[in-house]
């Protein structure tokens, strides 16, 4: 007898026919990889069909493939580096199912669902910030968590560990002021200091 996960699945496969990339079903959690033209279809009836009833985004966030499985992603290639990834809670069926969309490499757009559901507002800002995912249709895509003049998207995985600028307060000029980076890169290496000879009992 199949599972409600397994229900739901089907039911999805049903509906969205190609609009779906890929439907996955890992430790009882339901993906769907949709299409990014159908996004805002698939959310839509995923909101409003009786069967689904997804009456909340719980989360909006981004991801960055760049190294995924330790293989790094050469720019000009197609395999997608970025996606945005959406997490729904049925509370009518007692459900969850998690969409998943890949963006381009240089410019990663795609529309934003706010019209749908109103608390994506902050989550689709924040992956803007820290991703620099732009959400088509957005009301106000602004940085949410770093400062107006930070430079690039600390998320991603080839984002410096020091960052491209620094911030300190001139007292000449009288205000806060942005500055090449002072600090030299570092590697962060984890030792082990044992002391000689200690074998974890008296000697």
């Known amino acids: 007898m199949p599972t409600s996960i397994e229900l739901l699945a089907a039911h999805a496969k049903e509906k969205f026919e190609a609009a779906i990339e890929v439907c996955l079903i890992n430790r009882g959690e339901l993906t769907l990889e949709i299409k990014r033209s159908e996004l805002l279809q698939v959310c839509r009836t995923l909101r409003d069909d009786d069967g689904f009833k997804f009456e909340q985004l719980i989360d909006v966030c981004g991801v960055d493939y760049l190294s995924y499985g330790h293989v790094e992603i050469p720019a000009e290639t197609s395999r997608a580096r970025y996606a945005s990834v959406y997490h729904l809670l049925s509370i009518a069926h007692n459900q969850r199912v998690r969409l998943r969309v890949f963006l381009d490499n240089k410019l990663p757009v795609v529309d934003s669902v ?65 500055q090449p980076v002072t600090i030299e890169p570092r590697v962060l290496v984890p030792r082990v200091i044992r002391e000689e000879g200690y074998g974890g009992r008296d000697s």
């Open 114 to 178: 706010i019209d749908i559901w109103n608390s994506a507002n902050w989550f689709e800002r924040e992956a803007f910030d820290l991703f620099g995912i732009v959400y088509e249709g957005h009301p106000d895509l602004r940085r949410i968590l770093t400062d107006y003049g930070f430079v690039g998207h600390p998320f991603r995985k080839d984002f410096p560990l020091i960052g491209h600028v620094e911030m300190r307060y001139d007292a000449d000029r009288g205000r806060v002021i942005y």
